[in-house]
């Protein structure tokens, strides 16, 4: 099983940009779908964004499409969520997942990924 570990998180102003990384620990990296679920204070964790094992398939929640871009590097076992035209409302923990899946369907449910990694903040000020 992957053991995930995110990074790239911090305090920036509205309309910044971020790149969230999250690093696997095991070469099987490409078997896996992976995605990113963000919960804010006081919320339940939330689908961001998700891409199958290739890259060729990606899926994004509609809060996020056209501001948030997930990708893969398979020879790094790294997914990144590049994140622009932060909003306060993007403010939260964000965390990546993986789902051992060589499908081109995507889920959007946190009961199919497994495993999690220890999430990272993100903090967008107004």
């Known amino acids: 099983q992957l053991n995930l570990v995110e990074s790239g998180g911090g305090l920036v102003q509205a309309g910044e940009s971020l790149r969230l990384s999250c690093v696997a620990s095991?070469?099987?990296?490409?078997?896996?779908?992976m995605a990113w679920f963000h919960q804010a204070p006081g919320k339940e964790r939330e689908f961001v964004a998700a891409?199958?094992?290739?890259?060729?398939?990606?899926d994004y929640a509609d809060s996020q499409k056209g501001r948030f871009t997930i990708s893969r590097d398979n020879f790094k076992s790294t997914v990144y969520l590049q994140m622009n035209s932060l909003k306060p409302q993007d403010t939260a923990v964000y965390y990546c997942?993986?789902?051992?899946?060589?499908?081109?369907?995507?889920?959007?449910?946190?009961?199919?990924?497994?495993?999690w990694g220890q999430g990272t903040q993100v903090t967008v000020s107004s």
């Open positions: 997942a993986g789902e051992a899946s060589k499908s081109i369907s995507l889920s959007r449910r946190q009961k199919d990924y497994n495993p």
């Open positions: 891409i199958n094992w290739s890259g060729h398939t990606r």
């Open positions: 095991e070469r099987t990296f490409s078997d896996y779908a």
